[in-house]
């Protein structure tokens, strides 16, 4: 089955622990993209992928860091946490292009203490 | 740079009534034009899209958006809602040269009851 994964679903941490958000699609696209999601904001990009080893800060990406060292994974890793992190996050992939039907993974829920 | 406006923050109705919720962008460069929706914990589904040709759209669930260049405006219809359709509604634009972000509005959250 096509899909985007993400893991951990949810997650409560404690300001300063580094963690990291696993993202992986089984579809062989080019393009993946980190979401976050505000009541009352919709979503705004922190950071995408057009391939591997390319990626570029979107509109958010301000204490966020991402990698693409493969294909299929794009990891979002937050080095120091803070509360004003605290959202709801989504991978996105799609073929090759933002314009292209973007695939949406089931979202993490994190809250910074 | 591009933006997003969907004019209404929530639109409740009842159930087989007709709705349409309100799209409008700004944008320096030509775009295409998306709806997603999110249904309750779930991830957001591509309804439809506008990439050129006729600016009538029909998408997934009896759902139709109708682009206006003019206006700049991309709005979403049914003729019919069902109670299965109360979910987030996210209006999205894309720049059609570079094609990197998808900026999307702030939402409406449509609420169909019986």
């Known amino acids: 089955e096509a899909q985007v994964t993400q893991n951990p679903r949810y997650l409560i941490t404690v300001t300063g622990k580094k963690l990291t958000v696993t993202c992986s699609q089984n579809?062989?696209?080019?393009?993946m993209s980190w979401y976050r999601q505000d009541p009352g904001l919709g979503l705004r990009q922190i950071y995408y992928?057009?391939?591997?080893?390319?990626?570029d800060k979107g509109d958010v990406p301000e204490g966020y860091k991402v990698s693409r060292k493969e294909k299929r994974n794009f990891p979002l890793i937050l080095e120091s946490p803070s509360p004003n992190q605290t959202s709801l996050y989504f991978c996105?992939?799609?073929?090759?292009?933002?314009?292209?039907?973007?695939?949406f993974g089931p979202g993490t829920r994190l809250t910074v203490l | 740079a591009q933006s997003v406006t969907q004019l209404d923050s929530q639109v409740p109705v009842f159930e087989e009534a007709p709705v349409e919720l309100r799209c409008n962008y700004s944008?320096?460069?030509?775009?295409?034009l998306f709806w997603y929706v999110q249904y309750p914990n779930q991830g957001l589904q591509l309804l439809l899209k506008?990439?050129?040709?006729?600016?009538l759209v029909k998408g997934i669930n009896g759902f139709e958006a109708e682009f206006n260049k003019s206006q700049t405006s991309f709005h979403l219809r049914k003729p019919s809602v069902h109670i299965s359709d109360t979910a987030e509604y996210f209006c999205?634009?894309?720049?059609?040269?570079?094609?990197?972000?998808?900026?999307f509005g702030k939402g409406t959250t449509l609420s169909v009851s019986s």
């Open positions: 996105a992939s799609s073929l090759q292009l933002a314009a292209d039907t973007q695939y």
């Open positions: 999205a634009v894309s720049d059609q040269q570079a094609g990197t972000a998808l900026i």
């Open positions: 506008y990439l050129s040709g006729s600016t």
């Open positions: 992928s057009m391939n591997v080893e390319v990626t």
């Open positions: 579809m062989n696209h080019e393009y």
């Open positions: 944008s320096s460069v030509s775009v295409y």
